[in-house]
C-alpha cells in the first residue's frame, strides 16, 4: 500500500494527489471529473466510471470443450451467478442439437436470461434484468413462503396419499432454485460493484448475509422434496394413525422454528433468534421418540419414516441456523443488548 498525506490549502479544503500512473492508465486530463463514492466500511472509491450505469461483463464458451451436455449447464449458471450479463456459445461448426435444449432449460431456471441472437454457429444470452428491481428482502420473502407451503404440502400429500400434491411439491422446488441463484448473482454483483450496492441500499457484508439465509432456505426447500421422495413407495398405503400424528407434529415445530426464525431476521430480533434456537430441542425430542417407535416395527416401511422424520428434524435445525446468522449479524453490526445505565 502507498501512503500519501493529506494536505490542507484555501483555508478550508483537503488535498490528497492521486497516483500518476493511475492517472496516465485511465487517460484522466486536466478538468476531466471523477466520482467519488464513500463506502459501507469508511474507504473512499475514486472511479472513472461516472456514468452510474453498471460495466457490461462478456463470457465466451468455446463448444470444442464442452461435450456433456450438463457440463455446458453447470457453466452457463456459474456465468450466470458471477454476473456476467452476456454470455456468447460458439462453435467452429454446426452448434449440436443438444445446445438448444441446455439453452432452452437454463432460460427458464433463471432469471432475466434471453436468447437475443442465434445462428448456426453462436447463440448470444443477455440479461434482460435490472437488479436492483428485485430486492433482497422481496425475494426471501418469497423464498419463504414457497418452502414454507412445499413442507406443510409435503405432510398432506403422504396423510392424504395425494400423488399430485407429492408432484406438485417436487415442482416447486426449482421456483426455490431460481430464487436461490438471482440472490447469489446479486450478491456477486454488488461485491464488484459499489454504485449497485448503493442503489440497492445493501452494504456488500448485508448482500452476504442475504445470501446465507437464501442459500439456507434452499437447504430447507431441499428437504421438503426429499420428504416426498422418500415418501413414493408407501404414498399408496394406509400408515399408523399414531406414527403418522407425530411426524405431522415434528413438521408443525419445524415449520414453527423456520417462521419464527424468519421473523427475527427482518425485524432484527437477537432476543427472539435466541429463544427459538432453544426451542430446537422439543423437536429433536419428538423425532427421536418417533424413530424409537418406527424402528419397533421391523417393517420395510420403517426405513422410509425413518428417513422422513430425519428430513423434517434437518429442516428444522437448518431454520435454526437462520436464528443463528441473525444474531450473528447483529453482533457484528454492534447491535448486541447493552446493559442498562443507571437511571435510565
Known amino acids: 500500500m502507498e501512503l500519501r498525506k493529506v494536505q490542507f490549502t484555501g483555508g ?49 464458451f468455446d463448444l470444442a470443450a464442452i461435450p456433456e451436455p450438463a457440463y455446458l449447464f453447470r457453466l452457463l449458471i456459474g456465468a450466470y451467478i458471477s454476473g ?21 432449460d437454463f432460460t427458464q431456471m433463471t432469471i432475466g436470461q434471453e436468447v437475443i441472437e442465434e445462428s448456426d454457429t453462436v447463440i448470444t444470452l443477455k440479461d434482460l434484468l435490472n437488479p436492483a428491481e428485485m430486492p433482497f428482502d422481496n425475494t426471501i420473502k418469497r423464498m419463504f413462503m414457497i418452502v414454507k ?26 421456483d426455490v432454485d431460481r430464487l436461490h441463484w438471482l440472490i447469489a448473482r446479486q450478491t456477486n454483483m454488488i461485491l464488484s460493484n459499489a454504485t449497485l450496492s448503493r442503489k440497492m441500499n445493501v452494504s456488500p ?3 452476504l448475509h442475504y445470501f446465507t439465509i437464501s442459500r439456507i432456505i434452499e437447504r430447507i426447500g431441499d428437504h421438503a422434496e426429499r420428504i ?17 400424528g407425530k411426524i405431522a407434529k415434528a413438521s408443525e415445530l419445524s415449520v414453527g422454528i423456520f417462521n419464527r426464525s424468519i421473523v427475527s431476521f427482518f425485524n432484527n430480533d437477537m432476543k427472539k433468534a435466541n429463544q427459538n434456537i ?19 416395527q421391523e417393517t420395510p416401511d420403517a426405513i422410509a419414516l425413518g428417513y422422513i422424520t430425519e428430513s423434517v428434524k434437518r429442516a428444522g435445525e437448518y431454520a435454526a441456523d437462520i ?18 445505565k443507571p437511571g435510565m
Open 12 to 60: 478550508s479544503s483537503y488535498v490528497l494527489t492521486l497516483p500518476k500512473e493511475w492517472i496516465e492508465a485511465e487517460k484522466i486530463k486536466k478538468n476531466d471529473s471523477l466520482g467519488v463514492e464513500v463506502q459501507p466500511d469508511g474507504a473512499l472509491l475514486i472511479t472513472r466510471s461516472i456514468d452510474q450505469e453498471p460495466a457490461q461483463r462478456t463470457k465466451e
Open 84 to 104: 456476467y450479463t452476456v454470455i456468447v456459445i460458439r462453435s467452429q461448426q454446426r452448434l449440436p442439437p443438444f445446445v438448444r435444449g441446455v439453452v432452452r
Open 149 to 174: 407451503a412445499m413442507h406443510e404440502d409435503a405432510i398432506t400429500a403422504i396423510r392424504s396419499q395425494n400423488q399430485t400434491l407429492s408432484s406438485d411439491v417436487t415442482a416447486r422446488d426449482n
Open 205 to 207: 457484508i448485508m448482500a
Open 228 to 244: 416426498v421422495l422418500i415418501a413414493q413407495p408407501i404414498l399408496t398405503k394406509g400408515m399408523d394413525p399414531e406414527i403418522m
Open 278 to 296: 432453544e426451542s430446537l430441542r422439543v423437536l429433536k425430542t419428538l423425532c427421536e421418540e418417533i424413530n424409537t417407535i418406527v424402528l419397533q
Open 323 to 340: 436464528s443463528e446468522n441473525v444474531i450473528n449479524y447483529l453482533v457484528e453490526e454492534d447491535r448486541s443488548p447493552k446493559k442498562k
